[in-house]
């Protein structure tokens, strides 16, 4: 029998959510028991949270709650959530895949920050028991935090690619506030092109998932063009 491993977290953003993913590395199909993980932003931000959202399926083998309100320390604010499970995945009719990432957990936002989930000496500390924590079938099965931050922004023209660096997969998205004309290009270090997008009288918010992983790794580039100006971001694919 293989011996149940570890769970992972990790951040993105996605299209105005802050958006909390679990990524088990075995496949598991029991009770997962308890989680408890931290968000960290700083106070000088004008980034304000909405109401907590959870896909079906984890709203009903993990439900997760805000652990007491926003706690101020130095220039952060830190919000904890927990979230404790008594039904198996399985009597659900689900099941976990190793290596494939679940999101537990949505948050929609506003404004500009850098958030993280947090592994700090704040959340470190015995009065707060704030350091991510998971298990499974009552076991401790914590991992790793494989993407720790994330830039908010409603800024239009700033371009967020997550992760970044990346294994080939990844995400990039960026705001147009007045309709226009775009071209979206990615080209390898060759200046060979690998993806191009054009779309007439654009507006609002574009988004693309990527996945390079049939390509050599290596230096890309995300080159967005509009209205006769260029941008261009680089991409790192390990």
Same mark, same amino acid.
Request: proline content about 4%; hydrophobic content about 35%.
């Given at each position: 029998?293989?011996?149940?491993?570890?769970?992972?977290?990790?951040?993105?953003?996605?299209?105005?959510?802050?958006?909390?993913?679990?990524?088990?590395?075995?496949?598991?199909?029991?009770?997962?028991?308890?989680?408890?993980?931290?968000?960290?932003?700083?106070?000088?931000?004008?980034?304000?949270?909405?109401?907590?959202?959870?896909?079906?399926?984890?709203?009903?083998?993990?439900?997760?709650?805000?652990?007491?309100?926003?706690?101020?320390?130095?220039?952060?604010?830190?919000?904890?959530?927990?979230?404790?499970?008594?039904?198996?995945?399985?009597?659900?009719?689900?099941?976990?895949?190793?290596?494939?990432?679940?999101?537990?957990?949505?948050?929609?936002?506003?404004?500009?920050?850098?958030?993280?989930?947090?592994?700090?000496?704040?959340?470190?500390?015995?009065?707060?028991?704030?350091?991510?924590?998971?298990?499974?079938?009552?076991?401790?099965?914590?991992?790793?935090?494989?993407?720790?931050?994330?830039?908010?922004?409603?800024?239009?023209?700033?371009? @967020?690619? $997550?992760?970044?660096? =990346?294994?080939? &997969?990844?995400? *990039?998205?960026?705001?147009?506030?007045?309709?226009? !004309? %775009?071209?979206?290009?990615?080209?390898?270090? @060759?200046? $060979?092109?690998?993806? =191009?997008?054009? &779309?007439?009288? *654009?507006?609002?918010?574009?988004?693309?998932?990527? !996945? %390079?992983?049939?390509?050599?790794?290596?230096?890309?580039?995300?080159?967005?063009?509009?209205?006769?100006?260029?941008?261009?971001?680089?991409?790192?694919?390990?």
């Amino acid at each position: 029998m293989v011996a149940q491993g570890t769970v992972d977290i990790g951040l993105k953003e996605n299209d105005g959510h802050l958006d909390v993913m679990v990524r088990p590395t075995t496949d598991f199909d029991g009770v997962f028991s308890s989680v408890v993980f931290t968000l960290r932003w700083e106070r000088s931000s004008n980034v304000v949270f909405g109401d907590m959202e959870q896909p079906e399926g984890p709203a009903s083998y993990i439900p997760l709650m805000r652990s007491g309100p926003v706690h101020e320390n130095g220039p952060y604010n830190y919000q904890v959530y927990a979230g404790f499970g008594m039904e198996s995945l399985t009597s659900r009719g689900l099941s976990w895949e190793a290596g494939k990432e679940y999101t537990i957990m949505s948050l929609p936002f506003s404004g500009v920050a850098e958030v993280e989930l947090a592994d700090d000496a704040w959340t470190g500390e015995l009065l707060n028991n704030a350091d991510y924590y998971t298990s499974l079938g009552g076991k401790d099965r914590t991992g790793i935090i494989y993407q720790r931050s994330v830039s908010t922004t409603d800024i239009d023209g700033t371009v @967020l690619i $997550q992760p970044n660096p =990346n294994n080939g &997969l990844f995400t *990039f998205s960026f705001v147009v506030a007045e309709a226009t !004309d %775009l071209q979206v290009d990615i080209v390898n270090a @060759l200046g $060979q092109n690998v993806f =191009n997008d054009l &779309l007439r009288g *654009f507006e609002g918010t574009y988004r693309k998932e990527m !996945d %390079l992983t049939n390509m050599s790794n290596g230096i890309y580039y995300l080159k967005i063009t509009r209205e006769g100006s260029s941008s261009v971001h680089k991409i790192v694919y390990r």
